[in-house]
Nanobody, 129 residues
């Protein structure tokens, strides 16, 4: 059974930082691409960042580039999202995801949401001005 479990959301003032973590079951983590998505009320779910388990290649959306950093600890099957200089527009439910059922590496940018078949339950991030 595939499981993705997020932690680390919360409330912070603009300019602050948060770090999200996602523990991915081994059968979804191995040789796969993991990503962070977010969804604000009334908006579509959008890709924020991805990382490849093999090689560690990363991609970011333009809206977070330079402020967010995705990383991993392969020994713990864990993916992190370090979020700095947070803005009110970053307020959303953040989801961890892994490619599936077809697995592999992400290349050329963040794949479409439909490519990610495995999802966590989400963690709320709220940024106040």
């Amino acid at each position: 059974q595939v499981q993705l479990v997020e932690n680390g959301g919360g409330s912070v003032q603009a300019g602050g930082s948060l770090r999200l973590s996602c523990v991915v079951s081994a059968n979804a983590y191995s040789r796969n691409c993991m990503g962070w998505f977010r969804q604000a009320p009334g908006k579509e779910r959008e890709g924020v960042a991805t990382i490849n388990a093999v090689g560690g290649g990363t991609y970011y959306s333009d809206s977070v580039k330079g402020r967010f950093t995705i990383s991993q600890d392969s020994g713990k099957n864990t993916v992190y999202l370090q979020m700095n200089n947070l803005k009110p527009e970053d307020t959303a439910m953040y989801y961890c995801a892994a490619l599936g059922p077809v697995r592999g590496s992400c290349s050329g940018g963040i794949p479409a949401r439909i490519s990610f078949g495995f999802w966590g339950q989400g963690t709320q991030v709220t940024v106040s001005s």
